[in-house]
Protein backbone atom coordinates (compact mmCIF):
# COMPACT_ATOMS: atom_id res chain seq x y z
CA UNK A 1 0.00 0.00 0.00
CA UNK A 2 0.75 3.61 -0.39
CA UNK A 3 2.77 5.31 2.25
CA UNK A 4 1.53 8.87 3.72
CA UNK A 5 4.24 11.40 3.84
CA UNK A 6 3.95 11.16 7.84
CA UNK A 7 4.83 7.31 6.99
CA UNK A 8 8.16 8.01 5.32
CA UNK A 9 9.01 10.51 7.46
CA UNK A 10 8.61 8.24 10.64
CA UNK A 11 10.74 5.66 8.89
CA UNK A 12 13.66 8.06 7.82
CA UNK A 13 13.86 9.36 11.60
CA UNK A 14 14.47 5.47 12.51
CA UNK A 15 16.61 4.92 9.81
CA UNK A 16 19.89 6.32 11.16
CA UNK A 17 19.33 4.10 14.20
CA UNK A 18 18.51 0.81 11.85
CA UNK A 19 21.63 1.20 10.32
CA UNK A 20 24.18 1.07 12.91
CA UNK A 21 22.28 -1.79 14.20
CA UNK A 22 22.67 -3.37 11.17
CA UNK A 23 26.21 -2.27 11.01
CA UNK A 24 26.93 -3.54 14.09
CA UNK A 25 24.72 -7.10 13.52
CA UNK A 26 26.79 -7.69 10.15
CA UNK A 27 29.87 -5.95 10.06
CA UNK A 28 29.30 -4.90 6.42
CA UNK A 29 28.16 -1.08 5.43
CA UNK A 30 26.86 -2.13 2.28
CA UNK A 31 24.72 -5.38 3.66
CA UNK A 32 23.40 -2.45 6.31
CA UNK A 33 22.45 -0.87 3.49
CA UNK A 34 20.22 -3.44 2.22
CA UNK A 35 18.67 -4.73 5.57
CA UNK A 36 17.63 -1.06 6.07
CA UNK A 37 16.27 -0.95 2.40
CA UNK A 38 14.39 -4.37 2.71
CA UNK A 39 13.40 -3.71 6.31
CA UNK A 40 11.83 -0.27 4.79
CA UNK A 41 9.95 -2.54 1.98
CA UNK A 42 8.38 -4.13 4.53
CA UNK A 43 7.13 -1.10 6.15
CA UNK A 44 5.88 0.13 2.65
CA UNK A 45 3.61 -3.17 2.57
CA UNK A 46 2.46 -3.35 5.97
CA UNK A 47 -0.34 -0.94 7.26
CA UNK A 48 1.87 1.64 9.36
CA UNK A 49 -1.64 2.91 10.71
CA UNK A 50 -1.98 -0.46 12.46
CA UNK A 51 1.39 -0.46 14.23
CA UNK A 52 1.13 0.79 17.66
CA UNK A 53 4.76 0.98 18.58
CA UNK A 54 6.43 1.82 14.94
CA UNK A 55 10.15 2.07 16.32
CA UNK A 56 9.53 -1.42 18.02
CA UNK A 57 8.08 -3.19 14.99
CA UNK A 58 11.05 -1.76 12.53
CA UNK A 59 13.61 -2.76 15.22
CA UNK A 60 12.14 -6.46 14.98
CA UNK A 61 11.41 -6.49 11.33
CA UNK A 62 15.39 -5.68 10.84
CA UNK A 63 17.17 -7.81 13.63
CA UNK A 64 15.47 -10.71 12.21
CA UNK A 65 16.54 -10.01 8.58
CA UNK A 66 20.03 -9.52 10.17
CA UNK A 67 20.03 -12.82 11.48
CA UNK A 68 19.07 -14.49 8.71
CA UNK A 69 21.51 -12.44 6.73
CA UNK A 70 24.29 -13.95 9.31
CA UNK A 71 23.35 -17.38 8.92
CA UNK A 72 24.22 -17.29 5.37
CA UNK A 73 27.06 -15.09 5.53
CA UNK A 74 28.72 -17.76 7.99
CA UNK A 75 28.20 -20.09 5.03
CA UNK A 76 30.00 -17.51 2.32
CA UNK A 77 32.50 -16.99 4.87
CA UNK A 78 33.42 -20.55 4.96
CA UNK A 79 34.70 -20.07 1.42
CA UNK A 80 35.72 -16.55 1.66
CA UNK A 81 39.02 -16.18 -0.05
CA UNK A 82 41.47 -15.30 2.78
CA UNK A 83 40.99 -13.44 5.62
CA UNK A 84 37.49 -11.18 6.16
CA UNK A 85 37.09 -8.41 8.16
CA UNK A 86 34.37 -6.16 8.64
CA UNK A 87 34.14 -2.97 5.59
CA UNK A 88 35.87 -0.64 8.08
CA UNK A 89 33.11 2.24 7.21
CA UNK A 90 31.14 2.46 10.58
CA UNK A 91 27.61 3.99 10.63
CA UNK A 92 27.53 5.11 14.06
CA UNK A 93 24.05 6.14 14.96
CA UNK A 94 24.34 6.77 18.84
CA UNK A 95 27.73 7.40 19.85
CA UNK A 96 26.78 9.30 23.06
CA UNK A 97 28.63 6.40 25.36
CA UNK A 98 31.49 4.29 25.46
CA UNK A 99 30.09 1.16 24.80
CA UNK A 100 28.14 2.63 21.30
CA UNK A 101 31.35 3.80 20.03
CA UNK A 102 33.80 0.58 21.60
CA UNK A 103 30.91 -1.75 19.93
CA UNK A 104 31.72 -0.34 16.18
CA UNK A 105 35.46 -0.34 16.66
CA UNK A 106 37.13 -2.84 14.27
CA UNK A 107 38.56 -5.04 17.40
CA UNK A 108 34.88 -5.82 19.03
CA UNK A 109 33.15 -6.38 15.17
CA UNK A 110 36.14 -8.67 14.63
CA UNK A 111 35.04 -10.48 17.92
CA UNK A 112 31.60 -10.41 17.30
CA UNK A 113 32.18 -12.59 14.05
CA UNK A 114 32.63 -15.32 17.08
CA UNK A 115 29.17 -15.33 18.73
CA UNK A 116 26.41 -16.81 17.31
CA UNK A 117 23.63 -14.86 15.50
CA UNK A 118 21.58 -14.98 18.59
CA UNK A 119 24.22 -13.96 20.68
CA UNK A 120 25.17 -10.87 18.47
CA UNK A 121 21.81 -9.65 18.40
CA UNK A 122 21.86 -9.62 22.24
CA UNK A 123 25.15 -8.04 22.75
CA UNK A 124 24.55 -5.49 19.82
CA UNK A 125 20.88 -4.71 21.14
CA UNK A 126 22.03 -4.23 24.84
CA UNK A 127 25.30 -2.74 25.16
CA UNK A 128 25.34 -0.67 22.32
CA UNK A 129 21.42 0.68 22.41
CA UNK A 130 20.47 -0.24 25.97
CA UNK A 131 17.18 -1.71 24.88
CA UNK A 132 15.44 -3.51 27.98
CA UNK A 133 15.93 -7.38 28.03
CA UNK A 134 11.77 -7.42 28.02
CA UNK A 135 12.34 -5.80 24.89
CA UNK A 136 15.03 -7.77 23.32
CA UNK A 137 12.89 -10.99 24.18
CA UNK A 138 10.48 -9.69 22.15
CA UNK A 139 11.93 -8.68 19.34
CA UNK A 140 13.81 -12.23 19.37
CA UNK A 141 10.68 -14.16 20.73
CA UNK A 142 13.07 -15.94 23.76
CA UNK A 143 12.32 -15.43 27.00
CA UNK A 144 13.36 -12.59 29.18
CA UNK A 145 15.61 -15.33 31.55
CA UNK A 146 17.38 -16.25 28.06
CA UNK A 147 17.68 -12.74 26.54
CA UNK A 148 19.87 -12.32 30.26
CA UNK A 149 21.78 -15.35 30.26
CA UNK A 150 22.89 -15.23 26.22
CA UNK A 151 23.71 -11.28 27.05
CA UNK A 152 26.20 -12.53 30.07
CA UNK A 153 27.49 -15.09 27.75
CA UNK A 154 28.37 -13.02 25.05
CA UNK A 155 29.80 -10.18 27.15
CA UNK A 156 31.90 -12.25 28.57
CA UNK A 157 33.30 -13.37 25.04
CA UNK A 158 33.93 -9.96 24.37
CA UNK A 159 35.46 -9.02 27.50
CA UNK A 160 37.90 -11.56 26.95
CA UNK A 161 39.50 -10.64 24.22
CA UNK A 162 39.81 -7.25 23.95
CA UNK A 163 41.82 -4.15 25.42
CA UNK A 164 41.96 -1.26 24.15
CA UNK A 165 42.07 2.71 24.19
CA UNK A 166 39.94 5.38 23.04
CA UNK A 167 41.76 8.14 21.25
CA UNK A 168 40.50 10.85 19.58
CA UNK A 169 41.28 12.63 15.96
CA UNK A 170 44.73 14.54 17.83
CA UNK A 171 45.68 11.08 19.52
CA UNK A 172 45.10 8.91 16.15
CA UNK A 173 47.25 11.76 13.59
CA UNK A 174 50.36 11.49 16.27
CA UNK A 175 50.17 7.70 16.70
CA UNK A 176 50.07 7.30 12.92
CA UNK A 177 52.48 10.41 12.49
CA UNK A 178 54.73 7.77 14.91
CA UNK A 179 54.18 4.87 12.85
CA UNK A 180 54.71 5.85 9.35
CA UNK A 181 57.87 7.85 10.37
CA UNK A 182 59.19 4.12 11.44
CA UNK A 183 57.60 2.61 8.72
CA UNK A 184 59.39 4.41 6.15
CA UNK A 185 62.36 4.82 7.96
CA UNK A 186 63.85 1.96 6.20
CA UNK A 187 64.30 -0.75 9.72
CA UNK A 188 63.02 -2.75 11.54
CA UNK A 189 63.78 -1.54 15.19
CA UNK A 190 61.82 2.10 15.02
CA UNK A 191 58.80 -0.49 14.51
CA UNK A 192 59.29 -3.26 17.17
CA UNK A 193 59.09 -0.45 19.60
CA UNK A 194 55.62 0.94 18.74
CA UNK A 195 54.25 -2.49 18.78
CA UNK A 196 53.22 -5.06 21.67
CA UNK A 197 55.04 -7.91 21.94
CA UNK A 198 52.00 -10.15 20.13
CA UNK A 199 51.09 -7.68 17.87
CA UNK A 200 48.96 -9.02 14.76
CA UNK A 201 48.83 -8.05 11.28
CA UNK A 202 45.66 -9.29 8.77
CA UNK A 203 44.67 -8.50 5.96
CA UNK A 204 41.53 -9.07 3.57
CA UNK A 205 41.97 -8.64 -0.20
CA UNK A 206 38.73 -11.16 -0.63
CA UNK A 207 40.82 -13.06 -3.47
CA UNK A 208 41.28 -9.80 -5.66
CA UNK A 209 44.07 -7.73 -4.07
CA UNK A 210 47.25 -10.12 -2.52
CA UNK A 211 46.66 -10.21 1.17
CA UNK A 212 48.32 -13.15 2.92
CA UNK A 213 45.62 -15.92 3.68
CA UNK A 214 47.24 -16.11 7.55
CA UNK A 215 48.04 -13.15 9.53
CA UNK A 216 51.34 -11.81 10.55
CA UNK A 217 51.99 -12.84 14.16
CA UNK A 218 54.85 -10.94 16.56
CA UNK A 219 56.18 -7.78 16.55
CA UNK A 220 59.30 -8.42 14.78
CA UNK A 221 57.47 -10.48 12.11
CA UNK A 222 54.97 -7.31 12.12
CA UNK A 223 57.56 -5.26 11.81
CA UNK A 224 59.06 -6.82 8.79
CA UNK A 225 55.68 -6.83 6.94
CA UNK A 226 55.36 -3.00 7.11
CA UNK A 227 58.94 -2.19 6.78
CA UNK A 228 58.79 -3.89 3.15
CA UNK A 229 54.26 -2.59 2.79
CA UNK A 230 56.03 1.07 2.47
CA UNK A 231 58.74 -0.02 0.61
CA UNK A 232 57.99 1.88 -2.88
CA UNK A 233 57.83 -0.27 -6.09
CA UNK A 234 56.99 0.04 -9.34
CA UNK A 235 54.61 -3.64 -8.46
CA UNK A 236 53.20 -1.69 -5.92
CA UNK A 237 52.18 0.56 -8.09
CA UNK A 238 50.49 -1.02 -10.71
CA UNK A 239 49.00 -3.19 -8.46
CA UNK A 240 46.82 -0.33 -6.85
CA UNK A 241 46.65 1.58 -10.33
CA UNK A 242 49.62 4.66 -9.09
CA UNK A 243 51.27 6.39 -6.74
CA UNK A 244 49.28 6.24 -3.08
CA UNK A 245 48.61 9.25 -0.91
CA UNK A 246 48.26 8.58 2.54
CA UNK A 247 45.90 10.21 5.32
CA UNK A 248 45.73 10.06 8.91
CA UNK A 249 42.12 9.76 9.98
CA UNK A 250 39.81 7.43 12.52
CA UNK A 251 37.37 4.66 11.55
CA UNK A 252 35.41 2.62 14.00
CA UNK A 253 36.64 4.98 16.26
CA UNK A 254 40.37 3.63 16.10
CA UNK A 255 43.31 5.32 14.44
CA UNK A 256 43.24 4.61 10.93
CA UNK A 257 45.46 5.17 7.73
CA UNK A 258 43.74 5.43 4.57
CA UNK A 259 45.85 5.07 1.08
CA UNK A 260 43.98 7.22 -2.07
CA UNK A 261 45.09 7.01 -5.62
CA UNK A 262 43.37 9.51 -7.36
CA UNK A 263 40.33 10.07 -5.24
CA UNK A 264 39.79 6.72 -5.19
CA UNK A 265 40.28 4.70 -1.87
CA UNK A 266 42.52 1.76 -2.04
CA UNK A 267 42.89 0.90 1.53
CA UNK A 268 42.03 1.08 4.77
CA UNK A 269 43.89 -0.10 7.98
CA UNK A 270 42.87 0.38 11.34
CA UNK A 271 45.28 0.34 14.22
CA UNK A 272 44.25 -1.59 17.47
CA UNK A 273 46.27 0.37 20.38
CA UNK A 274 46.54 -0.49 24.07
CA UNK A 275 48.94 0.74 26.38
CA UNK A 276 51.27 -1.23 25.57
CA UNK A 277 51.88 0.01 22.32
CA UNK A 278 50.21 -1.32 19.35
CA UNK A 279 48.36 -4.44 19.39
CA UNK A 280 47.29 -4.76 15.83
CA UNK A 281 46.85 -3.65 12.20
CA UNK A 282 43.74 -4.61 10.21
CA UNK A 283 43.76 -3.63 6.77
CA UNK A 284 40.60 -3.53 4.13
CA UNK A 285 42.17 -4.02 0.63
CA UNK A 286 39.06 -5.85 -1.03
CA UNK A 287 37.94 -3.30 -3.31
CA UNK A 288 34.44 -4.64 -3.39
CA UNK A 289 34.29 -3.06 0.08
CA UNK A 290 36.14 0.46 -0.61
CA UNK A 291 33.30 1.63 -2.82
CA UNK A 292 31.15 3.17 -0.31
CA UNK A 293 34.64 4.57 1.58
CA UNK A 294 35.35 5.99 -1.33
CA UNK A 295 32.17 8.02 -1.95
CA UNK A 296 32.51 8.88 2.06
CA UNK A 297 36.10 10.03 0.93
CA UNK A 298 34.97 11.88 -1.64
CA UNK A 299 32.41 14.34 0.60
CA UNK A 300 34.86 14.62 4.12
CA UNK A 301 36.98 17.31 4.48
CA UNK A 302 40.58 15.06 4.80
CA UNK A 303 43.47 17.54 4.94
CA UNK A 304 47.07 17.05 2.98
CA UNK A 305 48.16 13.95 3.12
CA UNK A 306 50.96 12.98 5.38
CA UNK A 307 52.92 11.28 2.80
CA UNK A 308 52.83 11.33 -0.87
CA UNK A 309 54.61 8.15 -2.65
CA UNK A 310 54.23 5.76 -0.25
CA UNK A 311 54.58 2.93 -2.24
Not at 232 to 246: C, I
Not at 271 to 279: H, Q, Y
Not at 292 to 303: E, F, K, M, N
Request: charged share 25%; aromatic share 6%; glycine share 6%.
Amino acid sequence: MALTMDDVDRFEASRPRLEAIAYRLLGSASEAEDAVQETYLRWQAADPGRIEVPEAWLTKVLTNLCLNQLTSARARRETYVGQWLPDGDPMLGPADTAEQRESVSYAVLVLLERLSPNERAVYVLREAFDYPHREIAEILDISEASSQQIFHRARKHVADGKVRTEVDETAARRIIDEFLTAATSGRTEPLVKLLTQDAVSIGDGGGKVPARAKAFEGALAVAKFMRGLFKPSKAKRALVGGSPEVYATTANGDPAIVAVVDGRVVGVTCLEVTPEGIAAFRSQVNPDKLDRVTRRWAAADHGEPLLRGAF
